[in-house]
C-alpha cells in the first residue's frame, strides 16, 4: 500500500491545491519589496475574504481593545504582515474541505488545528520564536490526515475504526493500514505546495521532534501546541491518551524541563475560545 500512496503523491493532479490567494500573498512577502497596496490588490479579488479579515482584525484575539477597523488598508496594518499571511490562510484552508466528504469530521479536524494554530502562536511569543509561522504550521500541522483521507476516505475509515478499537494514535493506524503515516504525507503536500522548509519540517516531525533537525525546537513548539489543543478535548480521532507531558519529548524540547506546565497550559481554554470564533468566521457563519 506504501508505494501506491506515495505514486499518488508523486502525482500532482491527485493532490488538492493550495488556497490561490494565500499562495499569492505568500509568494508577495517573500520578496524584498511590496506594498500594502500591493497585499490590498490580491485580497480584494474576493470580497468574501475582505469581510473575513475584517471580522478577524476587530476579533479579541486579534484587537481586544482597539478602535473598529472598517478598511482593509487599516486592517492589513493593524495586523501586520505577520500576522495578515497566517489568518488568511486561516481562513482560505476550509476551502480544502471540498477534497473530503462528511465521514472525514471537517469541523472537528480544522477547530483542532485551528486550536493548535492559536496555542502555538501564544508560545512562539513566549519562546521568543516566530509567531506567524507557528500560526501557520498549527494550522497545517495534521494536512495529511486531510490529503490521506481525499486519496483514500474507505481504507482511511478503516484507519479510523482501528485506531478506536485498539486504542491506536492515528499515526499508528495510519501505518498499519497505508504503511505511512499522516506525517510524511503532510511532507510531501507542503513540498508540492512550496512552503517554507520550516513548515515541511514540522508537519514532518510533530510527533516525533527528536528527529527534527534544523528547527527542533520550533517542531517541539507545534507538538506541545498540539499536545495542548487535545486538553481541551479538540483532538481528531484518538490522539488523547492521557498525556504525560512532563515525560513527552516535544515538552523538554521546548522547555528544557525548568518551565512550570501549569503556566503554560492555563491559557489554552482561551486559545480554544479564540480559535473556534476563527473558525466561525472561515466558516461564514458569523
Ligand atoms: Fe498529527
Ligand atoms: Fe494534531
Given at each position: 500500500m506504501r508505494e501506491k500512496v506515495l505514486s499518488r503523491l508523486c502525482n500532482v493532479k491527485d493532490l488538492p491545491s493550495f488556497p490561490e490567494i494565500a499562495a499569492e500573498l505568500m509568494s508577495i512577502v517573500s520578496r524584498e519589496d511590496f506594498s500594502v497596496g500591493d497585499l490590498k490588490k490580491i485580497i480584494e479579488k474576493d470580497p468574501g475574504l475582505v469581510t473575513k479579515i475584517l471580522k478577524v482584525a476587530n476579533s479579541f484575539a486579534f484587537n481586544p481593545v482597539g478602535k473598529e477597523i472598517t478598511s482593509i488598508e487599516r486592517a492589513i496594518i493593524q495586523l501586520g504582515v505577520n500576522n495578515l499571511v497566517p489568518i488568511v490562510v486561516g481562513l482560505s484552508?476550509?476551502?480544502?474541505?471540498?477534497?473530503?466528504?462528511?465521514?472525514?469530521?471537517a469541523e472537528l479536524f480544522w477547530k483542532h488545528s485551528y486550536t493548535c494554530a492559536h496555542v502555538a502562536k501564544r508560545l512562539a511569543a513566549r519562546f521568543k520564536l516566530p509567531e506567524g509561522e507557528a500560526f501557520t504550521a498549527g494550522l497545517l500541522h495534521d494536512i495529511g490526515k486531510l490529503v490521506l483521507f481525499s486519496l483514500y476516505p474507505v481504507e482511511y475509515m478503516k484507519a479510523l475504526e482501528l485506531s478506536k478499537e485498539r486504542n491506536l494514535f492515528s499515526f499508528e493506524a495510519e501505518r498499519e493500514v497505508f504503511g505511512i503515516d499522516h506525517c510524511e504525507v503532510g511532507e510531501y503536500v507542503i513540498d508540492h505546495w512550496g512552503l517554507p522548509k520550516l513548515l515541511r519540517e514540522v508537519v514532518r516531525?510533530?510527533?516525533?521532534?527528536?528527529?527534527?533537525?534544523?528547527?527542533k525546537k520550533f517542531t517541539a513548539l507545534v507538538g506541545v501546541a498540539d499536545l495542548f489543543s487535545r486538553?481541551?478535548?479538540?483532538?481528531?480521532?484518538?490522539?488523547?491518551?492521557?498525556?504525560?507531558l512532563l515525560n513527552e519529548p516535544a515538552w523538554k524540547i521546548l522547555?528544557?524541563?525548568?518551565?512550570?506546565?501549569e503556566s503554560l497550559l492555563l491559557p489554552v481554554y482561551t486559545d480554544a475560545e479564540d480559535a473556534i470564533a476563527f473558525a466561525e468566521i472561515a466558516w461564514g457563519r458569523i
Amino acid at each position: 500500500m506504501r508505494e501506491k500512496v506515495l505514486s499518488r503523491l508523486c502525482n500532482v493532479k491527485d493532490l488538492p491545491s493550495f488556497p490561490e490567494i494565500a499562495a499569492e500573498l505568500m509568494s508577495i512577502v517573500s520578496r524584498e519589496d511590496f506594498s500594502v497596496g500591493d497585499l490590498k490588490k490580491i485580497i480584494e479579488k474576493d470580497p468574501g475574504l475582505v469581510t473575513k479579515i475584517l471580522k478577524v482584525a476587530n476579533s479579541f484575539a486579534f484587537n481586544p481593545v482597539g478602535k473598529e477597523i472598517t478598511s482593509i488598508e487599516r486592517a492589513i496594518i493593524q495586523l501586520g504582515v505577520n500576522n495578515l499571511v497566517p489568518i488568511v490562510v486561516g481562513l482560505s484552508v476550509i476551502q480544502l474541505n471540498k477534497y473530503v466528504d462528511e465521514r472525514f469530521n471537517a469541523e472537528l479536524f480544522w477547530k483542532h488545528s485551528y486550536t493548535c494554530a492559536h496555542v502555538a502562536k501564544r508560545l512562539a511569543a513566549r519562546f521568543k520564536l516566530p509567531e506567524g509561522e507557528a500560526f501557520t504550521a498549527g494550522l497545517l500541522h495534521d494536512i495529511g490526515k486531510l490529503v490521506l483521507f481525499s486519496l483514500y476516505p474507505v481504507e482511511y475509515m478503516k484507519a479510523l475504526e482501528l485506531s478506536k478499537e485498539r486504542n491506536l494514535f492515528s499515526f499508528e493506524a495510519e501505518r498499519e493500514v497505508f504503511g505511512i503515516d499522516h506525517c510524511e504525507v503532510g511532507e510531501y503536500v507542503i513540498d508540492h505546495w512550496g512552503l517554507p522548509k520550516l513548515l515541511r519540517e514540522v508537519v514532518r516531525y510533530h510527533h516525533s521532534p527528536n528527529e527534527a533537525t534544523n528547527h527542533k525546537k520550533f517542531t517541539a513548539l507545534v507538538g506541545v501546541a498540539d499536545l495542548f489543543s487535545r486538553v481541551t478535548g479538540l483532538y481528531y480521532n484518538r490522539d488523547f491518551k492521557g498525556v504525560d507531558l512532563l515525560n513527552e519529548p516535544a515538552w523538554k524540547i521546548l522547555t528544557g524541563e525548568e518551565e512550570d506546565p501549569e503556566s503554560l497550559l492555563l491559557p489554552v481554554y482561551t486559545d480554544a475560545e479564540d480559535a473556534i470564533a476563527f473558525a466561525e468566521i472561515a466558516w461564514g457563519r458569523i
